[in-house]
Structure formats: C-alpha cells, structure tokens
C-alpha cells in the first residue's frame, strides 16, 4: 500500500517526462492467468467495438433492403420526388437540404470559429484566454433541442424582417430570394453554424499550439506586425488542421437533427433559394418514422435515408481524421509544403 | 514582403490593427449565440418554474393544465443513470486495452480509427439501430423500453469516453509503470493499483462529459424509449425525458405547452451545465494533466 502511494507521488513528480517513445516493456509478455485473463479481456472488448460497428452497418443495409431494391441508391439520391401518400421514396430534396444548410453552416461558423480560435490564442490577454476558451465550449454543452427551441421562438421572428431585407437589396445574387418563409434553409445553416462552431474552433486552437514558437519568433523578430506574424507564419503552418477541423464541422452539420428538424420547414421540395422550407435527412427520419413504422415500404426508405446519411458522415469524418491527424502528426512536412485545402 | 518588414508603414499598422479588430469581433460574433441563448432561457424558462412544475407529471391534456415535467426528469437522470452504467466501464476498457496492450499495433489502430468513427455517427442513425434491432425485432422484448433508450445513448457516449480516457490512460508517465513492473508486481496490479488510480480526475472528468452529452440527446431517445405521462421506475416501460418533452412541446400550437418547453429547457442546461462545472473541478485535482 505504502508503495503504491510513493509510486503516486512518484508520478507526480515525472509529470513532465511525457515522451512519445514508449520503451520495450510494452512487449513484455504477461504471466499469470488474471494477467493473460485482463489481456484477453481487454483485446475482446476491443474487438467487440468493430463487430458492433459491422453488426450495424449490416442491420442498417438489411432494414433498408425493400427500399434498395425498389428505387436502388443512386435512383434513391438523386429522384427528386418524396410523396408518403403515393409511397414514392425519391430523396434528392433531403440531400439537397442537407448539403445546403452544411454549407451554409460551414460559409458562416469556420471564418467565426478560427477568427476566434486565433484571438484567443495570439492575441488575447494572457488572462482572458481560460474563460475565453470555457465560454467558447459551453456553446457545446447547450443541446440540440435547446439551440431548436431558441431558433423556432426567437430566431425565426426576430430575423425575419432583416432576412426581407437582404432579399430585397441583394436580389440579384444567385440563391437569395425576395419571398421569406418562417422556417428556412437560412435559419438552420446558421443554427447549424452555432453547433459546430465550438469544435472547429477547439480543433484549430489545437492545431495552433502545434506552430512552432521559432516560426512566430522569427517572423515577429524580422519586424512582422502581430497580424502579418499569423499570416505568414501560423494560418500556412496550420491550413491542414483547420481545413480538417471545417471537415469535422461538416460531419456534425451533416447529422446534427433535432434542431434542424425544429427550424428547416419540413417540406419535401428543393428550394430554389436560402430563404425557402426545406428538409434534411436527418429530419426526415426524426419526423415521419411514427408514421412510418407501419409501412414497411415507408420504414425502409427512412432507414435507407439513414444509411446514406451513415456513409456521409462516414467519408466526411474519415477524410477529416487523416487530414487533422496528417496536420498534428507530420508537422514538419506540412510546414514546408502546405497541403492543398480541403473543405474551405 | 520580407524586404518590408524592417519598418512599419502606416499601412501596415493599419492593416494589424483593422485585422486585430476583425478577429476580436470574430470572437464577440460567435460569443453572441451564447449570450442570447441563455438570456431567452432564463427569461421564458424561469417564468414557468414553480413547486407544481417540478413535482407533477405531465397530463396529456391539450388545454387547461399541461402538468410539469415530473416524469421528464426521472427518465432522464434514470436513463443516462444506465447509459453511463454500460458505457462507462466498457469505454475505459477499450481505452486500457489501447493504452496498454495495443499501443501502435495495426489492430489499436484499426480499433482506435473506428473509435472515431463512432464519434462522428449521427446520434439519430445510433437511434434508428437501437429501433431495428431492439424496438422491430422483438428481441429481449417487443415495443418502446427506457433501457433502449439507455442503450442507443451509451452508444453515443461509448466513443467519448473511449476517446478521453486514452488521453488520459496516455498522460500516465511509463516510468510509473516501470517502477511497480520492476518491483515485481503483475501486469494486472499494475493497472489497477497504479495506472488507473493517477489517471482517476481526468477519468471521471471524460466521462462527466459524456454524461452531459449523453443527457441533451433527443434524437436516439425518440424511437426508443418515446414519450410518456406517468413517472415510473421500471426501465422495461416507455420513458419520457427532457429532451424528448421539449421536442414535443416546441410542436404544439399552445402557450402553455410552449411555457413547459422553455422551463424543461432550462432545467436541462442547468443540470448539464453542473456536469460541465464538476468535470472541470474534477480534472483540477489532476496531478498528471
């Protein structure tokens, strides 16, 4: 026992000898049969997260089967025409909706979060910068539903006459509109862009701490103002990172539901413009499945919205993960030839 | 650029200061939502706050009195109670396994990957599996169950856990571990009587954090565990919760109704607010992190 607690303060001492290289004992070979026992253990309950995630995906594809096998996927994704009444199960306006409000979520919360991620890091007072960066994460802490609320009773009306504006004057730009619909596109982006805003901006924080501080000291030592310093040393070192960071933003807007469910308008048309109803797939699922889970053919075509929506957040968060881990880990590359931007 | 930057020009130090500005108005913009969000929360929540709003259920009735939100707050706490239960112990194993068997091995890897995988997945599409395989099947029992609904959140919560703990299982200094190894002491002791113990706050801290993720959910709990009126005890019955209360109740054309949803709401960030306020307080106790 005594042991044990000076081994504890043993470890607060060498709290700083972190290193990455994690010398040979992690080989050697345990002995004994609890330790075999916890090893094997262990590596099954490991395992039993992937045979969970392959055990989903299969029972997402079977569900979906009697909707594959009437309008196939590429015919599911691309016919523009959901009718529950006909039983006709073509999602496109559910993609349409879902990849505009992303986007639209993507145009207004990455410029905000990495402004935000850069003051907090470079710029602000050295106090400021704890309570700062726990306010920016309580925006996470604030569920969906809450955000939907908010944005059904204070969003959309207070908005409205400002959105009226903006269709009126800027008319002539594509996809704005003069006619203004409570629940839009519009709303949930921006909505959308509130959710994700305080993981892109922890990511690019993140990324920022890994510039090098001769980099900053170097440019700021050749007389570069603090802007001029962010802007030839830390945004080129950090591009990966934060086009990686917009990815991840980009998977959570993709799936995010509740809210959007509460703000988009739930009308199963493609608008043609950002102030126009639509619908997204995660909405769709949310709203009619009570509906739905008489009508196999109904039920099928909400879980094969699923799965689509499954593998795009699957291909968006895969491709994220790389780049952020490509940005983190292999600094020294990135540093020297920036990688061409994703997502932004 | 690198001939100019011995003097600063008038236009340069325009340009730093405007810059300046549009990074510290960048920070105010997204501090904003914030701001307002809990301004309209506390201004239309507490409104219907009252000793009747906490200790009724809801009534069901259209018109007249709504009731309060009674059965919203046992089936949330007891839900992610189980949640928490099933993910907790079983994220930290993953962890431990990654930490201190996988390391860089190809199958760590693999499993670290799909780990975040996991995280990424909609919370509804987590909702949807629990509703095929539990809710359709038939299987352990046909029909809605609050332990579903548990399930589908300890779903999600499973990655966050998974996720932080191996930060956390990382911190550990391998000279601790190479000290109790050489004093002769088994593997297994090791994880339990030295790891485990000095990675205990940032522990808890990840996964009061899930449970504060876990605890907003409304998309994976709308299919699986649904809506109900009456409070009850027993996870095999439909279970109301808070974020499924509100859900329901923003719908309805009904003031009243509406009041509810403001109130629940605010109970709501209250309570995951205190999870955020003690898994901070938690993780100050660290001495690794």
């Known amino acids: 026992m005594q042991r044990e607690s000076d081994l504890r303060l043993m470890a607060a001492d060498s709290g700083t000898a972190l290193g990455g290289s994690r010398p040979s004992f992690g080989r050697l070979l345990p002995s004994g049969l609890p330790d075999r026992l916890l090893k094997w253990g262990l590596t099954a309950l490991a395992a039993g997260v992937l045979v969970l995630i392959a055990y989903f995906f299969y029972k997402l594809i079977d569900q979906a089967q009697p909707a594959i096998s009437k309008f196939g996927v590429w015919g599911f994704v691309t016919t523009n025409d959901w009718d529950v009444s006909r039983n006709i199960y073509g999602a496109a306006p559910l993609v349409v909706g879902t990849l505009i409000t992303s986007a639209i979520a993507l145009l207004i919360g990455v410029p905000v979060a990495v402004a935000a991620a850069l003051y907090v890091t470079e710029l602000c007072p050295r106090r400021l910068r704890a309570p700062l960066t726990v306010l920016l994460e309580l925006l996470a802490a604030v569920p969906s539903v809450v955000y939907g609320l908010w944005g059904v009773f204070v969003l959309i009306p ?176 990135a540093a020297d030839a920036p990688a061409p931007a994703v997502g932004v | 650029m690198s001939a100019g930057l011995a003097t600063i020009s008038a236009r340069r130090r325009n340009t730093d200061r405007i810059m300046r500005g549009v990074l510290l108005g960048g920070t105010i913009v997204a501090l904003i939502p914030l701001v307002l969000v809990l301004y309209y929360l506390l201004k239309k929540g507490l409104g219907s706050w009252s000793m009747h709003f906490f200790t009724s259920d809801p009534t069901g009735n259209f018109l007249g009195d709504p009731g309060g939100i009674k059965s919203a707050i046992l089936g949330t706490i007891e839900m992610v109670a189980l949640a928490a239960a099933i993910s907790i112990p079983i994220g930290i194993g993953v962890a ?123 998309a994976p709990l709308i299919f699986t565990a649904t809506l109900a009126n009456v409070s009850t005890l027993d996870l095999n019955q439909r279970m109301n919760s808070l974020p499924a209360q509100i859900f329901n109740d923003v719908g309805q054309a009904q003031d009243r109704l509406v009041g509810r949803a403001w109130g629940a709401a605010l109970t709501l960030v209250l309570m995951i607010l205190v999870l955020n306020i003690v898994a901070r307080l938690a993780s100050r106790r660290s001495r690794i992190a």
């Open chain 1, 158 to 333: 207070k908005l409205k006459p400002a959105e009226e504006w903006f269709g009126r004057t800027f008319d002539f730009l594509p996809f704005v509109g003069k006619t203004v619909a409570g629940p839009n596109y519009f709303i949930a982006g921006l909505i959308l862009a509130i959710m994700i805003l305080p993981i892109v901006s922890a990511i690019t924080r993140e990324v920022m701490a890994t510039v090098p501080s001769d980099h900053k000291e170097a440019a700021l030592a050749l007389g570069a103002t603090r802007w001029e310093m962010i802007r030839t040393a830390i945004l080129p070192y950090s591009r990966a990172g934060i086009s990686g960071a917009a990815m991840l933003g980009l998977g959570r807007a993709i799936g995010e539901t509740i809210a959007v469910t509460l703000v988009i308008g739930n009308a199963p048309t493609i608008g043609k413009q950002i102030f126009d109803q639509g619908y997204s797939l995660a909405a769709v699922i949310a709203n009619e499945f009570g509906e739905a889970a008489n009508v196999p053919i109904h039920r099928a075509a909400l879980i094969e919205a699923g799965l689509v929506l499954f593998v795009l957040t699957l291909l968006v968060n895969g491709i994220a993960r790389w780049v952020v881990n490509r940005g983190v880990r292999g600094r020294r590359a």
């Open chain 2, 96 to 218: 431990l396994y990654l930490v201190e068997y996988g390391r860089e091995s190809r199958f760590a890897s693999v499993v670290r990957y799909f780990v975040d995988v996991m995280t990424g997945v909609p919370s509804i599409v987590f909702g949807l599996f629990i509703y095929i395989t539990l809710v359709l099947s038939g299987w352990l029992g046909s029909g809605f169950a609050g332990w579903k609904g548990s399930v589908a959140l300890a779903l999600l919560m499973l990655p966050i856990v998974t996720r932080s703990a191996e930060v956390v299982l990382l911190l550990v200094p391998d000279s601790l571990r190479e000290a109790a190894l050489a004093l002769g002491a088994p593997r297994w002791r090791v994880m339990l009587r030295v790891v485990l113990p000095t990675a205990l706050p940032g522990l808890i801290t990840g996964s009061l954090l899930a449970i504060a993720r876990g605890a907003g959910e409304t």
